[in-house]
């Protein structure tokens, strides 16, 4: 077979061929039809499953064609002039192709670029109802949910496991429209009005010179500005705390941060506080582990989420509400509830669940789901409205902005992910990858020629968003124009106390090597010295330690800070036991170990909800077993516990061992692999140390596995 270019003439070409080196290559053959060619299936709000609109199907039929549909024999080779000349202009495919590729790329979101997402189910329990009319709030309402989590400064290619704030955002495809809640695994910001968000995110951002550290808030810039802005200490120490290091996506809790106002049927409203619960617990990473893995699997976080829910390991949050009384001047106990760096204890004002959600289908396509959906704090449906947190007014400003931006034009509601389940009538024309083929000659209202239609609430009847009245700025500064904001917004460091005084020993103990770890990684003195002022001012006891680390004298408090009753619920440290769902336990083996013993773990653990790993010496099969990984593939970072049942005297696995040992992980040592505690340099009646029989060691390990961590081990 001879190429197209064969029969091309060069005018003033040489007549013969040149010497031929080897046949010409052949365009391939078409690839196998894929089976299904529909969109994704996707749940209605009644439960019901259906297929995607038929135009977010982006392939059919079986040949290969051009984007504008014409069929194409060869996508391998350009058009040449001679198989050894140059490319001609002309090859429109050639031109097609490289062109679309060129701009494959759309500009990553200014923060929260590194992201994971998963589609789902929201379920209410019709525990709202009293508060809200929002319809997906009902009791028995399903709602579709697309849920994207993120780091926050990173770049897209950055690690998932470095020290940050999580995104926890929320689209909600509701009878009545888009639902977006835009929240954080950590219930308080940095900053108090929208108008520092740009300086806290230069801040963060690497050095505008090097452009490093990448996705780290370990750096000078970072620590200059949450010391000179000290209404960022709150932010700053639930990050240095374990909550800025997730063991995954799966165990994080969400927080709406802002105060919310809910509104009922009878138009009465109520002041919420949203949270996300997850069934797995909220639990974290060790610093060092997050470090380890940020090198040997940056995909950590997203790998977890999409594997787990491939499993059948679907993970479920339950949403809740902090119901708070709408009054005049939006307090409750004293706490501003404008202040978008305050909490309000659960223990004065409880969670209420009020409905459950499920992820269990992962995205079937990165860029065209979790890259372009475009979220949005003003997407809001009856029921629920803002509050005048000055945070929040900023954010309904950005985010719309930021879309125009990164997604090209005011059309990128139209895109699949972002496309209402609802009914849309909207007089919204043109502009930029407009797709909908708008019908009728008068988009707007009122009019007499499309028969009038779209009418408003008023006049079609039904529900419809409706704002809630609201007396602006309150009495003392509602007839001036100010830049003022409210003296109960200068209190900085009472809740970051309450926080540090609220944890767990073992917490309180990672949160000091966190700040010591940070800060010794800032260059200027100045800086580490305003940092342990603000220390000083949380809790003398922790600003020694840090000062101790970073060799620096310990200043006194600068600040009366109110003593704080602890809340209990902020730990993430308690007696609970959790399900074992896709925690990865890994089991060591060699050639001479028995498979069925190998089995029968394997049995116990998969019973249990956790996934079995297999380290063998070599990959491939042992006799009959497959193997997971080799002591060469295998890491102790993504191992929950370990199951020895082989005395395998390999570097490797000793390195393994004593990792998840410094870890606080599970390890159970079978029969004579107990013999590998001494190389190890593991105690035998260390805590969380197994022995025994196969199916005892297993039986102990998964006794263990619900605690997340041995905590005992650690000396605080
Ligand atoms: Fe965002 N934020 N933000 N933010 N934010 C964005 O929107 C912004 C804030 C949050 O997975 C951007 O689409 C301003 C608080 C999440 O797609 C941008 C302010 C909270 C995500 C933006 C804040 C968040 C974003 C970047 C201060 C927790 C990722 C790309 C007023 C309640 C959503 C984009 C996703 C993303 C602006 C503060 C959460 C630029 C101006 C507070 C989870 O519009």
Redesign the pocket.
């Known amino acids: 077979m001879t190429s197209d270019a064969d029969s091309i003439k060069i005018p003033g070409a040489p007549a013969s061929e040149p010497p031929s080196f080897d046949e010409p290559s052949e365009a391939r053959g078409p690839l196998p039809s894929k089976p299904d060619q529909s969109g994704p299936a996707t749940f209605t709000p009644t439960g019901v499953a259906t297929t995607a609109p038929q135009d977010a199907v982006a392939q059919q039929g079986e040949r290969l064609t051009t984007a504008q549909g014409l069929p194409l024999r060869d996508t391998d080779h350009s058009l040449k002039a001679g198989r050894r000349g140059p490319v001609l202009l002309q090859d429109h495919h050639l031109r097609e192709k490289i062109t679309h590729f060129d701009h494959e790329r759309i500009p990553e979101?200014?923060?929260?670029?590194r992201?994971a997402?998963a589609h789902g189910r929201f379920e209410a329990n019709g525990e709202a109802e009293p508060y809200t009319r929002a319809a997906f709030l009902k009791a028995g309402a399903v709602t579709e949910t697309f849920v994207?989590?993120?780091t926050?400064l990173g770049s897209r290619g950055s690690a998932d496991t470095v020290r940050d704030?999580?995104?926890?955002?929320t689209k909600f495809y509701t009878s009545e429209g888009v639902y977006d809640l835009?929240?954080?695994n950590i219930p308080v910001?940095f900053?108090q009005?929208?108008?520092?968000?740009?300086d806290i995110i230069h801040a963060g951002k690497p050095h505008p010179d090097r452009e490093i550290p990448q996705a780290q808030s370990a750096h000078d810039t970072f620590w200059d500005f949450v010391s000179l802005h000290t209404e960022a200490q709150h932010h700053t120490i639930w990050n240095m705390s374990d909550r800025g290091i997730p063991r995954s996506y799966r165990m994080m809790q969400g927080?709406?941060?802002?105060t919310f106002r809910l509104v009922n049927e009878e138009g009465a409203t109520t002041l919420v506080k949203f949270h996300w619960r997850p069934r797995l617990g909220t639990h974290a990473v060790t610093w060092e582990e997050a470090q380890l893995i940020a090198g040997k699997d940056p995909d950590f976080h997203r790998r977890d989420l999409a594997d787990a829910i491939e499993a059948g390991a679907h993970p479920q949050w339950d949403f809740g509400i902090q119901v708070l009384p709408d009054t005049e001047d939006q307090t409750f106990h004293g706490i501003d509830l404008l202040d978008?760096t305050k909490i309000v204890p659960e223990e004065l004002a409880p969670v209420r669940i009020v409905g459950t959600m499920t992820l269990d289908r992962n995205p079937s396509n990165y860029f065209a789901e979790t890259e372009q959906?475009?979220?949005?704090?003003g997407h809001l449906v009856p029921g629920i409205d803002v509050t005048s947190d000055p945070?929040?007014?900023?954010?309904l400003?950005?985010?719309l902005?930021?879309?125009i931006s990164?997604l090209g034009g005011p059309n990128f509601a139209q895109l699949p992910i972002n496309r209402p389940h609802a009914e849309i009538n909207d007089m919204l024309r043109d502009g930029m990858h407009q797709t909908a083929v708008h019908s009728g000659v008068a988009p707007y209202h009122p009019n007499s020629l499309d028969g009038g239609c779209p009418f408003p609430a008023m006049v079609a009847g039904g529900d419809a968003f409706v704002d809630v009245p609201q007396p602006i700025g309150g009495e003392a500064t509602g007839d001036i124009v100010t830049r003022e904001q409210p003296a109960s917004f200068d209190d900085h460091f009472s809740q970051a106390r309450l926080f540090y005084r609220s944890l767990m020993p073992v917490e309180q103990l990672h949160i000091r090597q966190a700040y010591a770890f940070e800060l010794g990684k800032v260059y200027e003195q100045a800086i580490k010295e305003r940092q342990l002022q603000c220390l000083a001012n949380i809790d003398g006891e922790l600003c020694a330690f840090v000062a101790d680390q970073l060799g620096l004298p310990v200043p006194a408090a600068s600040e009366e800070v109110p003593e704080v009753e602890p809340s209990p619920a902020l730990r993430m440290v308690t007696a609970e036991r959790w399900p074992a769902d896709g925690r990865q336990v890994g089991i060591i083996v060699d050639d001479e170990t028995d498979a069925a013993a190998v089995a029968s773990v394997q049995e116990a653990l998969h019973a249990a909800g956790a996934t079995p790993l297999v380290i063998a010496p070599h990959g491939g099969k042992l006799g009959e077993l497959t193997v997971q990984r080799s002591f060469h593939t295998a890491t102790s970072v993504e191992l929950d516990a370990v199951v020895v049942l082989a005395p395998v005297v390999d570097p490797r696995v000793l390195e393994l061992l004593r990792e998840a040992f410094r870890h606080d992980k599970a390890i159970g040592f079978a029969g004579d692999a107990a013999a590998l505690l001494a190389d190890a340099a593991i105690a035998p009646t260390a805590p969380g140390i197994v022995t025994g029989e196969p199916a005892a060691v297993t039986a102990g390990v998964l006794e263990l596995l619900p605690s997340h961590r041995v905590w005992e081990r650690e000396e605080v």
């Open positions: 979101r200014v923060v929260h670029a992201g997402a994207r989590f993120s926050v704030t999580r995104g926890f955002a835009v929240g954080n910001f900053i009005d929208a108008i520092k968000f740009p927080f709406g941060i802002h978008p959906v475009a979220f949005h704090p945070l929040l007014q900023g954010r400003f950005s985010y902005d930021t879309q990164r």
